[in-house]
């Protein structure tokens, strides 16, 4: 075999771990946390426990990347590295390193007790970093504003598109609105995803009864906030008229918004219950637990919005009247470098400062107990 592996290391019951590898209602199929890095990557090719956790989120990255690829091949796109891309390249990498991270994650997690807390504690940093990510795209392609032009008369600015676009929200219309997406929309998608960080390390070091309730409730705040421009959007008329490619390209958002926000339903209920592991423990520890659906229906629901994201942008490119930003006429300001990835590089910065203090705060827990376990071994 390419990796070499040998002969694998021993599958063992919940009674032979460490409490704090222990899964509810998982009773066999765990990995010692003493292996090696070739030990982990080979357990990937072999049944373990965190074997469908791994493939549920490491194949989904080929197929989201060749979903996402296909946007560039449209009539009428700008170049892949044009700023009008920006926003969706952030929200790339939001997603590629979301599934990356959970995947390695539950691949890596059994070398120590230490990098077992490190691995999730990165898996949680990624998931907001993706919250971000998506709330750029929403920002940029979903605002109300998204891509309309102001024209200047002699008599100053105005929307010139109202009488094409009927339904058309004018900036004047719901200024509460505005003021939020405007000014206070990208500032709290940041702010909660340094929140959901904090409060998802902590649960691994205190709050453990209902950690799996606190977690999937924290995730729950920055989709609402994140998407408060898809809300106003279905709440809304279209601003494209009916007679417009853009119309009916913009008319399939909602159904891929309901279905996004199902299967985060789905994937939600699925980690509260753990269903169907609860209702016959040790009949589904190796495949089928509620882990690996519930991996499933989380890049299920990253399909759709993604699906969603790639609609308002056709709608934007199909329509002539609707500028692609930056430009001195958007109403809305254009993606910048600074905008996008340079809110992505400071909310990263932020996040791994946080991975960092839990790293050293789990390195003083488990550190002892991982030198304690190689002295055995050398003994042994």
């Known amino acids: ?13 919940d009674k032979d771990v460490p409490p704090r590898v222990t899964e509810n209602f998982i009773l066999s199929g765990y990995r010692f946390p003493n292996y090696s890095l070739r030990d982990c990557l080979c357990s990937a090719f072999r049944p373990t426990n965190e074997t469908g956790n791994f493939w549920t989120h490491f194949l989904p990255i080929f197929i989201f990347a060749y979903y996402f690829l296909q946007m560039f091949s449209w009539d009428g796109a700008p170049d892949s590295d044009a700023p009008f ?46 919250t971000v990510g998506s709330s750029l795209a929403y920002y940029y392609y979903i605002h109300p504003r998204a891509g309309i032009v102001e024209k200047e008369d002699r008599n100053g600015s105005y929307l010139d598109l109202n009488h094409k676009h009927k339904g058309f929200l004018s900036p004047n219309a719901m200024p509460e609105f ?3 997406f405007e000014t206070y929309y990208m500032p709290c998608a940041c702010v909660i995803a340094i929140i959901c960080v904090l409060s998802c390390c902590n649960t691994r070091q205190r709050w453990r009864e209902h950690r799996y309730i606190i977690r999937t409730l924290v995730f729950l705040l920055p989709f609402l906030i994140s998407s408060t421009p898809v809300f106003y959007r279905v709440l809304t008329r279209s601003p494209y008229s009916t007679t417009t490619p853009s119309f009916a390209a913009s008319t399939t958002m909602p159904n891929f918004f309901y279905r996004h926000s199902l299967w985060l339903l789905v994937s939600a209920l699925f980690n509260i219950s753990k269903f169907p592991e609860r209702l016959a423990p040790g009949r589904f520890d190796i495949w089928g637990h509620s882990h690996q659906w519930f ?7 990253i399909l759709d919005e993604l699906h969603m994201i790639q609609a308002e942008v056709r709608a934007i490119l199909l329509n002539p009247d609707f500028l692609l930003p930056p430009t001195a006429l958007s109403r809305l300001p254009g993606p910048t470098v600074a ?16 991975i960092a203090c839990f790293s050293w705060h789990a390195n003083c827990i488990y550190g002892p107990q991982r030198d304690q376990l190689k002295k055995q071994m050398k003994v042994d």
């Open 1 to 13: 075999m390419f990796l070499n592996c040998g002969q694998p290391l021993p599958l063992l019951s």
């Open 85 to 130: 891309f920006y926003p969706m390249w952030n929200y790339f990498i939001g997603v590629f390193f979301l599934l990356l991270a959970s995947s390695m994650a539950h691949l890596l997690n059994s070398m120590s007790l230490v990098v077992r807390e490190v691995c999730f504690f990165v898996d949680y940093g990624t998931i907001s970093a993706y």
């Open 295 to 301: 991996h499933c229906c989380t890049f299920l629901s």
């Open 178 to 180: 505005n003021l939020f």
């Open 339 to 354: 905008s996008t990835y340079g809110v992505m590089l400071l909310l990263q910065t932020t996040i791994v400062s946080i």
